[in-house]
């Protein structure tokens, strides 16, 4: 068989495993998900050899030890990830929701309740931990998942997906609601984003590169999740301690995540009392500090920014600096160089945080909190299948809810419009 | 100046305009409205004079006198109008509502809340009452809006759009905050549909061709609205007259709409009983039926169904018919022909309605009510932009709320992650 019919015949049987599993209740999603967890355990001798054909694979081609680390399972590791899958059945079923209802002045009876999106299909890098990880929160959430990793992983997923699919098999939830794209080539990503109407959403999960290519090519709708450019604007009435301490969390605690931030933004009022401080602070913590001509005033270790620093998601102890002559100016700098992640104002003036939450046009805007806790797990979502930043459908950390549409329900007793 | 020149700087002054619109509360967008209303009644003499040039334009070309009254206004049509706008200023505003919000565990104050999307692209035919219903339900929410109308209306369209600008241009809500993309031609549209990044949402309204090309060709994430091939399915345990009354109801009491019923699917067990009378029904309201073999064994008069006639979107005193051996079949049919829109269960069995309701996956199920009540008025909405036959952001009649997106706050006292 060709790759298009390859790629067609999983699409499909993942299309009619949905229509088996959207009506299922909580109990038998939940008994499946702790079968997989239950599975993934107690064959994790397969998993490790599989992955140890990866590993080999990524050492031979001269891949990082960093990267190969990612890519590595242990059973101390799959333990971890049999752990996530109970989790998720710990959680409530977004499924049966009713958002929203009436009864309608003509007697009709009308209700919104949340219904799965059918299938979802993944796009991701890296980690072979999140093929079960979104495979988990797709089937909570009543829909097939169509997983398509890294072909640096695929060893790895395909031991993994077939796991799932055995543990599946003896379970409500139809195995083929769990499949991987078969393939490793580019072209059956493309199949992936070109099957509208077999799939309903993709999700590209991982850097920048990807998620663009994933927005350019793909005729499915997509959910654009990820990529971070956060800021940290200090106020002219911000506390120096409290924007010294943010703006550390915010840099240095985990530099490489999404909600990281990556630009500072200072009014000038307060640039002469605060940069002095924030950038030997900085430095502490081991942080190259790239700034406009206003910053460099105030430290010699400060490299001259480029607009491109202004752009850039470093996702490293980088972070790029400049001084504002005003709150406005801090939010019209957001808007041009920001990636609407999450953006922090630091400051003691209700009038100030009432103006920066208003007009910052972002996922999330905190005010005197580090950017750091834009995160499903913080939000008290018990679980995140990744931060949009987009608009439309969901936008800032996805729990299962944002996993689901909605519809309509009216009942009468023969209604008729008159 | 070039036709895209023309259309980003269009595109450009509507997103700076979006930035000053987002922020404003619910009584200047109020004002602006009501103003917009007084200008156009008090302008109508002008409205109808570009009208004119609209029809005769169009006479000439040998357009059907129906197609030339959708077209024409008149002042009485034009006050009609302006009531329309008066009306969507008393409706609440779905900005700033608080949709989710707790204290999490750390102390920090966590707040989801409803903001407007941005810039709102609508594509239309037709009618140029859009121009003003489109424009006023996108301000109410917030939103800056690019209208994209059908050449036939150009004129109408470009003094509608004047008009209102001038209206805005005294009041808080910015003149540019409406926009006509400048130009007839097919380019036109296409630059409005590349244009992400300057438009957040494209909304096309209009026949299944004009939706399907835009979200064939639109990078721009698109709202699919209206197509609907809408089922009345006639269970074994339908009560016959409640049966009759749905189908006609559903059928000819406004045949050219899109939740009007498009195909009828009938129980075997019951079909021997019902369609008799249902063909003898449908007869008297001038509906002819295309059906399958089944169905013409129950009527002289039964044209024969092609496969194309159960996914035809008559809009007209059409229908196609067929006979099933069980729900399960009929939800299977509605599956494979259907558009998603809405689908009818006639029943007096609770687990029938349980099962239909369940299994079909369209914007709205109606049990034992005709499918015309899927509509933003009928649902208590006050206003609709449309009918959204996706499953993503919004699903079934679209309102205020559905133009809108949500951004998280949160504020703390110096909050750090650990």
Redesign the interface.
């Known amino acids: 068989m060709s790759e298009v019919e390859d790629f067609l015949k999983v699409a499909r049987a993942a299309k009619d495993a949905a ?1 088996v599993l ?2 299922l209740p909580r109990a038998p999603k939940d008994l499946a998900l702790r079968a997989v967890a239950d599975a993934l355990v107690a064959r994790s001798a397969e998993i490790v050899e599989a992955n140890a054909a990866d590993v080999e694979k990524a050492r031979a081609g001269g891949v990082s030890e960093a990267m190969i680390d990612r890519l590595r399972l242990d059973t101390g590791r799959i333990e971890k990830i049999a752990a996530a899958v109970r989790e998720v059945a710990e959680l409530p079923d977004p499924v049966g929701e009713v958002v929203r209802g ?1 009864t ?1 002045p003509n007697g ?1 009876e ?1 209700r ?1 309740v949340r ?1 799965p ?2 299938v979802i299909g993944i796009i991701y890098e890296g980690r072979p931990n999140v093929t079960v990880d979104a495979a988990a929160l797709c089937l909570k959430s009543g829909n097939a998942v169509l997983l398509r990793g890294s072909s640096s992983a695929y060893s790895s997923n395909t031991v993994l997906v077939r796991i799932m699919q055995d543990a599946l098999a003896a379970t409500e939830v139809p195995a083929a609601a769990v499949q991987l794209v078969p393939g490793q080539t580019r072209e059956s990503a493309k199949q992936l984003m070109r099957a509208r109407g077999l799939v ?2 993709l999700i590209p999960r991982g850097g920048a590169s990807l998620i663009n290519s994933v927005v ?1 090519e793909s ?1 499915v ?1 997509v ?1 654009e999740t990820g990529v971070g450019n956060c800021h940290v604007y200090v106020d002219a009435d911000a ?1 120096i ?2 924007a010294l ?2 703006l550390i ?2 840099k240095a ?1 985990r530099p490489s995540v999404c909600n990281a931030a990556e630009t500072l933004l200072v009014h000038a009022d307060i640039a002469g009392e605060f940069l002095p401080r924030a950038l030997t602070a900085l430095k502490d913590a081991g942080v190259t500090v790239h700034g406009d001509e206003r910053v460099r005033a105030h430290g010699a270790d400060v490299v001259a920014a480029t607009e491109e620093d202004f752009f850039a998601e470093y996702l490293s102890l980088d972070i790029a600096a400049a001084v504002v002559d005003s709150l406005d100016d801090a939010v019209r700098h957001i ?1 041009t160089y920001g990636s609407g992640h999450t953006d922090a104002i630091v400051t003691r003036s209700q009038r100030a ?1 009432r103006r920066f ?3 910052v ?10 950017t ?3 995160d499903g797990g ?3 979502f018990g679980a995140e299948i990744g931060i949009s930043t ?4 969901a ?3 996805m729990g299962l809810p944002e996993l689901t ?13 008159g």
């Open positions: 229509t959207a009506p009436s309608l009709l009308l919104q219904v999106l059918g309903d959403v350019e005729t709708p959910i506390d301690e409290t301490s943010i969390n915010a605690q808007r945080a939450v208003a007009t046009d972002s996922a999330a805007v905190a005010v005197n909190a580090s750091r806790f834009t913080e939000f008290g987009q608009k439309l459908h936008r800032g950390p549409s909605t519809k309509w329900i009216y009942t009468g007793d023969g209604h008729v419009r």
